[in-house]
């Protein structure tokens, strides 16, 4: 469209240069209404560039840093794929969890023909803490320790200090240095798996060209030390430098202490596949933002679209004028076009520049309401901002033409007509497509909640909301009609004429007031789906928690990463254990393993102590007299095997590092302890006897409820550092907190969402205003006060929001019941719809139409009589 | 009814009218739209006055400021400077607000292009002055003026499915129903075919000599002016001239002075 425009201008140059003008025209003197219009367009695209340079920033230039800081890496040897990890809890959050390789084995390839040199790498936990003993949190997914590594074969290079020397030196990375704001030589303590180490840094490294890891806070030790510091049993990998090829170093390295053989890849694939977890990790949020920055362009396009089909309709008379003294087609067409075209390249670059402005603020407030996957600076490049542009002017020109062509079908004649409104709520044949699609969509939706399935519901959901589109029209005239009937009974016409004139008013041109309400529909929709969602998410998981916590406080991991993390010192337990007035403890430690080729998370927990402190719910055997060796499982576990498992089979489990052990079970349990379901418990001995010893996850604490027991407590947990204390109730509260933190910010993104749509019903008002100049100046001559007239803007307005949100409410409600009875019906989730938050949405979008005609509303008011003379 | 007599107008100097029996009156009332060069006056120290239960016709050329006489005595424009009187209120001194409440109450009004709101039946656009002030239109009133104007069985409809006489009785109605002490009307058979005009200023004229109805009508049509009772004529932003018991002939005459 935007090449006919051009192709009209160059031919027709010298009418075409007066067609300019009467746009330009056009557009200044209409530019109130442009104005709210150009509004929409800039928040839409300041939205989306916002979440362009969000996404690049997650996503962007980390393949490009892989490549860089990897590229020195011929051959690369890890351990066996053994398999799928359980919530991507394998090393760097990667899906697929691998044993290890046996220490020292980079020594059987220094004689191998072609192996210039081979390093091996030990990881284990390690994350520095600032000088309040809180965890660093630098907004990756993983915090690791790692020996350093110079020269080719290294990932990162010193940009200060020097390498470290002996268990007492780290090098840290710029970003985590820039975080605690520590330079070489200053002290620093370091929490591992074995405890605290109090460390100095000697040097700062960088990641290629940004300052970390893209999936990693590292912490480098002495390669010397760094198996002992870590705690490592095995190597993460081996990277080699020269020509030998993958076989022959295979053949070299051997087998991984299960027995099986190692994996060799070349440089070029282990770079592709740490790309590829970064990315498919990062997709997600992407995707998540992305669909964000849709809703509010799709909110922003139906205002634009619907400004140009008011405008069009407005400028009936005009344009057949312009066709009768001989405008081509294509000219009226070009000159709603060149229109569009101004408002899109003006707003969407302002917008675009905005958009860089909207980072920071987003930035801040995922601060604010808890969400730390984007810390460090955004990256803001040229793409972002030349798609965010392109984007908004398309969605612009696309809008807008629908309404042009309409223009370039207006007859001549029409400049003879008084203009007409369309007051065609919709024809019988749309209103019987929106109603059959409804029940298209009720129909599919009772078949998924009943069948448990998900396609009958998606197909359902999606054939309801096509038919809200198609039926909005039809809505509008329903809804203003009953409402006026309802006031209509009970109040007589006469004393609410002024709220009647505005019932009326939204329902005179109903395709119009549908497509401004709709954007706050979707808005509201959305927003009351995600509610719901919350809502019974969070339902289902506390009320689970609340019934089986016995003990009275709990300590708690500080897990600011999105993957929770044991953050909380070895030796806090025993601290706690020997307070005055704590009657009962037990800690839960967790590590990762495999059954049957599936990743497991495998907890411990003292099984003698447990039953005081959490109520595992016991139906066969006995956890008190859990032995060395044998397992608690839940029944959920076992329900979902072939052959059925009981007291006394045994399950064989693969550790990673320690290899295959042969679990009896020794007791079967109902509930699980949060973080660990289904329930894989030893006792701590026994897993500490596999595993070896390490951070405590949870920390379940019973007292004797005296003051002085949870003082002596709070000052035991605030000096080990890496823990929270909570009481139960606000234990159990808080594993909703990530769904509080979660539901915030769907909030906030939705929010922009709902602001376009304000602004679009303030627009739709402001040309409705325009449009009855002179109606209103008669109603003004007759006696309308300015009062009564600015309620009846007000009101106008709120009958599109009213009727916007209760669709929206109505719709997002029935959608996330079906959505979670379809796919939740198993996993045990409880609907609950929150009553209050749901009147509260339905409330602020209301009020929301109220506040968009404040400012048309005062515009009509000021409106002179005499306009009814003109 | 019997002649009336003139209203002593245009007198130097702005000498003002008694107010006894004036439903509406101007007093040296001026309105000038610009400054300096472009300087415009459409009014130029008018003092005029409406007697109660007389229809007046306000003629001029094009640009006379006939219009702007109309809407400064009816409250709807503010003057430059003088007073506007509707009885003994000047409208100077009242509020948005009061000068509404005053329109709402002593004034109707019947527009060129009916103006009437097309999402309200014809019933509901005739009591709508009294509905804005939350009160019921007097059924003798009501009962009365529909029957003039014929327009009982068409109480349901909505504007759009109205002729435009139609729709300009049920707009007379409205200006009527309220039982206003003047009724101003702005060209309100210009829209109008030369029967259905007639047909209206008919009504027109039987509310002023039936119930004592007080109307002041602009139009540049003599054969509209005829059905008044007394014609002022304006130009130049000044009252030049008035004709009582005015016929077509008479005021067509006059009218033609202006082009010499």
Same mark, same amino acid.
């Given at each position: 469209?935007?090449?006919?425009?051009?192709?009209?201008?160059?031919?027709?140059?010298?009418?075409?240069?007066?067609?300019?003008?009467?746009?330009?025209?056009?557009?200044?003197?209409?530019?109130?209404?442009?104005?709210?219009?150009?509004?929409?367009?800039?928040?839409?695209?300041?939205?989306?560039?916002?979440?362009?340079?969000?996404?690049?920033?997650?996503?962007?230039?980390?393949?490009?840093?892989?490549?860089?800081?990897?590229?020195?890496?011929?051959?690369?040897?890890?351990?066996?794929?053994?398999?799928?990890?359980?919530?991507?809890?394998?090393?760097?959050?990667?899906?697929?969890?691998?044993?290890?390789?046996?220490?020292?084995?980079?020594?059987?390839?220094?004689?191998?023909?072609?192996?210039?040199?081979?390093?091996?790498?030990?990881?284990?936990?390690?994350?520095?803490?600032?000088?309040?003993?809180?965890?660093?949190?630098?907004?990756?997914?993983?915090?690791?320790?790692?020996?350093?590594?110079?020269?080719?074969?290294?990932?990162?290079?010193?940009?200060?200090?020097?390498?470290?020397?002996?268990?007492?030196?780290?090098?840290?990375?710029?970003?985590?240095?820039?975080?605690?704001?520590?330079?070489?030589?200053?002290?620093?303590?370091?929490?591992?798996?074995?405890?605290?180490?109090?460390?100095?840094?000697?040097?700062?490294?960088?990641?290629?060209?940004?300052?970390?890891?893209?999936?990693?806070?590292?912490?480098?030790?002495?390669?010397?030390?760094?198996?002992?510091?870590?705690?490592?049993?095995?190597?993460?990998?081996?990277?080699?430098?020269?020509?030998?090829?993958?076989?022959?170093?295979?053949?070299?390295?051997?087998?991984?202490?299960?027995?099986?053989?190692?994996?060799?890849?070349?440089?070029?694939?282990?770079?592709?596949?740490?790309?590829?977890?970064?990315?498919?990790?990062?997709?997600?949020?992407?995707?998540?933002?992305?669909?964000?920055?849709?809703?509010?362009?799709?909110?922003?396009?139906?205002?634009?679209?619907?400004?140009?089909?008011?405008?069009?309709?407005?400028?009936?008379?005009?344009?057949?004028?312009?066709?009768?003294?001989?405008?081509?087609?294509?000219?009226?067409?070009?000159?709603?076009?060149?229109?569009?075209?101004?408002?899109?390249?003006?707003?969407?670059?302002?917008?675009?520049?905005?958009?860089?402005?909207?980072?920071?603020?987003?930035?801040?407030?995922?601060?604010?309401?808890?969400?730390?996957?984007?810390?460090?600076?955004?990256?803001?490049?040229?793409?972002?901002?030349?798609?965010?542009?392109?984007?908004?002017?398309?969605?612009?020109?696309?809008?807008?033409?629908?309404?042009?062509?309409?223009?370039?079908?207006?007859?001549?004649?029409?400049?003879?007509?008084?203009?007409?409104?369309?007051?065609?709520?919709?024809?019988?044949?749309?209103?019987?497509?929106?109603?059959?699609?409804?029940?298209?969509?009720?129909?599919?939706?009772?078949?998924?909640?009943?069948?448990?399935?998900?396609?009958?519901?998606?197909?359902?959901?999606?054939?309801?909301?096509?038919?809200?589109?198609?039926?909005?029209?039809?809505?509008?005239?329903?809804?203003?009609?009953?409402?006026?009937?309802?006031?209509?009974?009970?109040?007589?016409?006469?004393?609410?004429?002024?709220?009647?004139?505005?019932?009326?008013?939204?329902?005179?041109?109903?395709?119009?007031?549908?497509?401004?309400?709709?954007?706050?529909?979707?808005?509201?929709?959305?927003?009351?789906?995600?509610?719901?969602?919350?809502?019974?998410?969070?339902?289902?998981?506390?009320?689970?928690?609340?019934?089986?916590?016995?003990?009275?406080?709990?300590?708690?991991?500080?897990?600011?990463?999105?993957?929770?993390?044991?953050?909380?010192?070895?030796?806090?337990?025993?601290?706690?254990?020997?307070?005055?007035?704590?009657?009962?403890?037990?800690?839960?430690?967790v590590t990762t393993a495999l059954a049957d080729g599936a990743g497991l998370v495998v907890g411990s927990v003292d099984t003698d102590a447990v039953t005081t402190t959490y109520d595992l719910g016991v139906t066969d055997g006995s956890l008190a007299g859990l032995a060395d060796g044998q397992i608690a499982v839940s029944q959920t576990y076992l329900d979902t095997l072939e052959t059925p498992l009981a007291v006394g089979d045994t399950i064989e489990l693969t550790f990673p590092t320690a290899g295959i052990v042969d679990a009896e079970i020794g007791a079967i349990v109902a509930n699980d302890l949060p973080g660990l379901a289904p329930s894989f418990i030893f006792d701590t001995t026994t897993l500490d006897g596999i595993v070896g010893p390490g951070l405590?996850?949870?920390?379940?604490?019973?007292?004797?409820?005296?003051?002085?027991?949870?003082?002596?407590?709070?000052?035991?947990?605030?000096?080990?550092?890496?823990?929270?204390?909570?009481?139960?109730?606000?234990?159990?509260?808080?594993?909703?907190?990530?769904?509080?933190?979660?539901?915030?910010?769907?909030?906030?993104?939705?929010?922009?969402?709902?602001?376009?749509?304000?602004?679009?019903?303030?627009?739709?008002?402001?040309?409705?205003?325009?449009?009855?100049?002179?109606?209103?100046?008669?109603?003004?001559?007759?006696?309308?006060?300015?009062?009564?007239?600015?309620?009846?803007?007000?009101?106008?307005?709120?009958?599109?929001?009213?009727?916007?949100?209760?669709?929206?409410?109505?719709?997002?409600?029935?959608?996330?019941?079906?959505?979670?009875?379809?796919?939740?019906?198993?996993?045990?989730?409880?609907?609950?719809?929150?009553?209050?938050?749901?009147?509260?949405?339905?409330?602020?979008?209301?009020?929301?139409?109220?506040?968009?005609?404040?400012?048309?509303?005062?515009?009509?008011?000021?409106?002179?009589?005499?306009?009814?003379?003109? | 009814?019997?002649?009336?007599?003139?209203?002593?107008?245009?007198?130097?100097?702005?000498?003002?009218?008694?107010?006894?029996?004036?439903?509406?009156?101007?007093?040296?009332?001026?309105?000038?739209?610009?400054?300096?060069?472009?300087?415009?006056?459409?009014?130029?120290?008018?003092?005029?006055?409406?007697?109660?239960?007389?229809?007046?016709?306000?003629?001029?050329?094009?640009?006379?400021?006939?219009?702007?006489?109309?809407?400064? &005595?009816?409250? %709807?424009?503010?003057?430059?400077?003088?007073?506007?009187? /509707? *009885?003994? +209120?000047?409208?100077?001194?009242?509020? #948005?607000?009061?000068?509404?409440?005053?329109?709402?109450?002593?004034?109707?009004?019947?527009?060129?292009?009916?103006?009437?709101?097309?999402?309200?039946?014809?019933?509901?656009?005739?009591?709508?002055?009294?509905?804005?002030?939350?009160?019921?239109?007097?059924?003798?009133?009501?009962?009365?003026?529909?029957?003039?104007?014929?327009?009982?069985?068409?109480?349901?409809?909505?504007?759009?499915?109205?002729?435009?006489?139609?729709?300009?009785?049920?707009?007379?109605?409205?200006?009527?129903?309220?039982?206003?002490?003047?009724?101003?009307?702005?060209?309100?058979?210009?829209?109008?075919?030369?029967?259905?005009? &007639?047909?209206? %200023?008919?009504?027109?004229?039987?509310?002023?000599?039936? /119930? *004592?109805? +007080?109307?002041?009508?602009?139009?540049? #049509?003599?054969?509209?002016?005829?059905?008044?009772?007394?014609?002022?004529?304006?130009?130049?932003?000044?009252?030049?001239?008035?004709?009582?018991?005015?016929?077509?002939?008479?005021?067509?005459?006059?009218?033609?002075?202006?082009?010499?």
């Amino acid at each position: 469209m935007t090449t006919a425009t051009t192709s009209t201008a160059s031919a027709t140059a010298p009418r075409t240069s007066g067609m300019t003008r009467v746009t330009t025209a056009g557009l200044w003197a209409n530019r109130s209404r442009f104005t709210l219009t150009g509004l929409a367009v800039l928040l839409s695209v300041a939205f989306l560039t916002a979440m362009l340079i969000l996404t690049t920033t997650i996503s962007g230039t980390a393949s490009d840093d892989i490549r860089e800081a990897n590229a020195g890496i011929d051959l690369v040897v890890t351990g066996a794929e053994l398999g799928e990890s359980a919530d991507s809890g394998g090393p760097r959050g990667a899906d697929i969890l691998s044993s290890v390789v046996p220490l020292g084995t980079e020594a059987s390839l220094t004689a191998v023909d072609g192996v210039d040199d081979a390093v091996g790498i030990v990881t284990g936990y390690a994350r520095a803490l600032d000088t309040d003993g809180i965890p660093v949190d630098t907004g990756v997914i993983t915090y690791t320790g790692q020996n350093w590594v110079d020269g080719e074969l290294g990932t990162h290079t010193l940009v200060d200090g020097t390498a470290p020397t002996g268990a007492d030196q780290v090098v840290l990375e710029a970003r985590t240095a820039d975080e605690l704001d520590l330079a070489v030589g200053d002290p620093v303590e370091i929490l591992t798996s074995t405890g605290t180490l109090d460390v100095e840094v000697t040097g700062i490294a960088d990641y290629a060209s940004s300052g970390s890891d893209p999936d990693a806070a590292i912490v480098f030790f002495d390669d010397a030390v760094a198996a002992d510091v870590l705690a490592a049993t095995g190597l993460e990998r081996i990277v080699v430098d020269g020509t030998a090829d993958a076989a022959t170093v295979a053949a070299a390295v051997g087998t991984d202490p299960l027995g099986n053989p190692l994996t060799v890849t070349t440089g070029a694939d282990y770079t592709q596949g740490l790309i590829d977890d970064v990315e498919s990790r990062t997709s997600f949020q992407t995707t998540f933002l992305l669909f964000f920055a849709g809703v509010a362009l799709v909110a922003g396009t139906t205002i634009i679209y619907n400004t140009f089909v008011i405008a069009v309709a407005q400028r009936t008379r005009e344009l057949a004028l312009l066709r009768t003294i001989g405008a081509s087609k294509r000219q009226v067409l070009g000159s709603v076009m060149i229109e569009a075209a101004v408002i899109g390249v003006l707003a969407s670059a302002v917008g675009a520049a905005f958009g860089v402005v909207t980072v920071f603020g987003l930035i801040s407030l995922f601060e604010a309401i808890g969400l730390s996957f984007l810390a460090g600076s955004p990256v803001i490049t040229s793409s972002s901002l030349i798609a965010g542009f392109a984007v908004g002017l398309v969605a612009t020109l696309a809008s807008a033409y629908a309404p042009a062509r309409k223009a370039a079908s207006i007859a001549p004649i029409a400049a003879l007509r008084d203009s007409v409104n369309d007051a065609s709520a919709a024809s019988i044949v749309r209103n019987g497509i929106a109603v059959a699609l409804l029940l298209c969509g009720i129909g599919l939706g009772i078949w998924g909640v009943v069948a448990g399935s998900w396609i009958p519901a998606t197909a359902g959901i999606g054939s309801a909301f096509v038919g809200i589109i198609v039926g909005g029209p039809g809505v509008t005239s329903i809804f203003s009609r009953s409402v006026d009937g309802a006031i209509g009974r009970f109040r007589d016409a006469d004393s609410t004429i002024v709220g009647r004139l505005a019932r009326m008013n939204a329902s005179r041109n109903p395709k119009r007031s549908a497509s401004t309400a709709f954007a706050l529909t979707l808005g509201v929709a959305l927003i009351s789906f995600f509610t719901v969602m919350a809502a019974s998410l969070g339902a289902s998981t506390s009320s689970d928690v609340g019934d089986a916590l016995a003990s009275d406080l709990v300590v708690e991991s500080l897990s600011t990463g999105p993957i929770g993390e044991a953050t909380i010192p070895g030796d806090l337990d025993t601290t706690i254990a020997g307070i005055d007035g704590v009657t009962s403890i037990s800690s839960l430690r967790v590590t990762t393993a495999l059954a049957d080729g599936a990743g497991l998370v495998v907890g411990s927990v003292d099984t003698d102590a447990v039953t005081t402190t959490y109520d595992l719910g016991v139906t066969d055997g006995s956890l008190a007299g859990l032995a060395d060796g044998q397992i608690a499982v839940s029944q959920t576990y076992l329900d979902t095997l072939e052959t059925p498992l009981a007291v006394g089979d045994t399950i064989e489990l693969t550790f990673p590092t320690a290899g295959i052990v042969d679990a009896e079970i020794g007791a079967i349990v109902a509930n699980d302890l949060p973080g660990l379901a289904p329930s894989f418990i030893f006792d701590t001995t026994t897993l500490d006897g596999i595993v070896g010893p390490g951070l405590d996850d949870t920390i379940y604490v019973t007292t004797n409820g005296s003051e002085a027991t949870f003082a002596a407590i709070e000052d035991a947990v605030s000096a080990a550092g890496g823990a929270t204390l909570f009481t139960a109730e606000a234990y159990a509260d808080s594993l909703g907190s990530f769904i509080d933190t979660f539901t915030n910010f769907v909030y906030a993104m939705l929010a922009v969402a709902v602001v376009i749509a304000v602004v679009g019903i303030a627009n739709t008002t402001v040309m409705a205003v325009n449009e009855r100049v002179r109606e209103i100046g008669m109603l003004r001559a007759v006696g309308m006060t300015s009062a009564q007239i600015r309620s009846m803007i007000r009101n106008e307005a709120a009958m599109l929001s009213v009727q916007g949100s209760l669709v929206g409410l109505a719709f997002g409600i029935a959608a996330a019941y079906v959505a979670f009875s379809a796919l939740g019906g198993d996993e045990g989730i409880i609907i609950s719809v929150p009553v209050v938050t749901m009147a509260w949405i339905a409330l602020a979008g209301a009020v929301s139409g109220v506040l968009a005609a404040a400012w048309p509303a005062w515009k009509a008011s000021r409106l002179p009589p005499l306009e009814a003379m003109s | 009814m019997t002649a009336i007599a003139p209203t002593s107008i245009t007198a130097p100097g702005g000498r003002q009218p008694a107010n006894a029996d004036l439903a509406a009156r101007l007093v040296n009332a001026s309105k000038i739209y610009g400054s300096g060069d472009s300087e415009v006056r459409a009014l130029d120290d008018v003092t005029v006055g409406f007697r109660s239960g007389q229809f007046t016709a306000i003629m001029g050329p094009s640009g006379s400021g006939k219009s702007t006489l109309m809407q400064n &005595a009816a409250g %709807l424009d503010q003057l430059t400077s003088g007073s506007a009187y /509707i *009885g003994d +209120t000047d409208l100077s001194t009242l509020s #948005d607000r009061d000068l509404t409440l005053m329109r709402r109450a002593h004034i109707g009004f019947i527009f060129q292009s009916f103006n009437l709101i097309p999402t309200l039946s014809a019933e509901e656009n005739i009591t709508l002055p009294l509905a804005l002030d939350k009160r019921r239109p007097n059924p003798e009133t009501f009962d009365r003026v529909i029957d003039v104007l014929g327009i009982r069985e068409r109480l349901d409809h909505r504007p759009n499915e109205l002729s435009g006489g139609q729709q300009q009785r049920v707009a007379v109605a409205r200006a009527l129903v309220a039982e206003p002490s003047i009724v101003f009307g702005d060209e309100p058979t210009g829209n109008l075919d030369s029967r259905t005009g &007639a047909e209206i %200023l008919e009504f027109m004229q039987r509310a002023v000599q039936e /119930i *004592g109805q +007080t109307i002041v009508m602009v139009t540049h #049509d003599p054969g509209a002016a005829a059905y008044a009772d007394r014609v002022v004529f304006v130009n130049d932003g000044q009252i030049v001239d008035e004709m009582l018991e005015p016929t077509r002939d008479r005021v067509f005459d006059r009218m033609k002075a202006f082009g010499r």
